[in-house]
């Protein structure tokens, strides 16, 4: 008895599959996890922009209210970042008193990372509390320096404060009704 070139088993030929070697991810060729692969829940992409605010709000009532770390001073949270699998959250932050460097005040944030993740876990009923990154917002110092560039390439506003330099008017011998189609004035 042969044995045919293509073995089947349940309907599937072995030439349906690609060997083991070329093979890429943690699923089966059946679709089915393998075997010690570790497969971290990833949360849905509608309850990613809710969970941001939530860290957000609660992050910034933590760190006006209970940091006591003179370092820290008056900070604004402006976002949070919080990865798919709960694992790391970005928190973004801006100076409110410009007496101090933003590097001192993250040298105090960070001090403060590890008691504002116990605090939040007190307060959030997450299946876990991520890793706290603290990181200096620089969008509104990029945005003022795309501002000054603007302003030095684009055209200054004239006398008269429009911002145009001479009004536009029709040119000599075009008739303003043309671009009108019912031939009304």
Sequence with gaps: MAVPSSFEWNGLSADDHPPYSQRTGSTSHWGRPLRGSRQRPVMKDHRSPRLNEQFKREI???????????RVGHVLVTEVRVTADL?????????????????????????????????????LRVRRIPEIRFQYDTTIDSADRIERVL???????????????????????????????????
Excluded: M
Aim: aromatic share 4%; proline share 7%; hydrophobic share 35%.
């Design 60 to 70: 910034s009532a933590i760190l006006a209210r209970k940091v006591r770390d003179p």
């Design 87 to 123: 694992w790391v959250a970005k928190v973004f932050f801006r100076l409110l008193d410009g007496d101090r460097s933003p590097d001192e005040v993250l040298e105090g944030l960070e001090a403060a990372a590890p008691f504002v993740r116990k605090e939040l876990g007190k307060i």
């Design 151 to 185: 302003r030095e390439v684009l055209p200054h506003d004239t006398e008269d404060g429009t911002g145009e330099e001479e009004a536009q008017t029709p040119q000599d011998g075009v008739d303003e009704g043309a671009d009108n189609p019912e031939g009304e004035a």
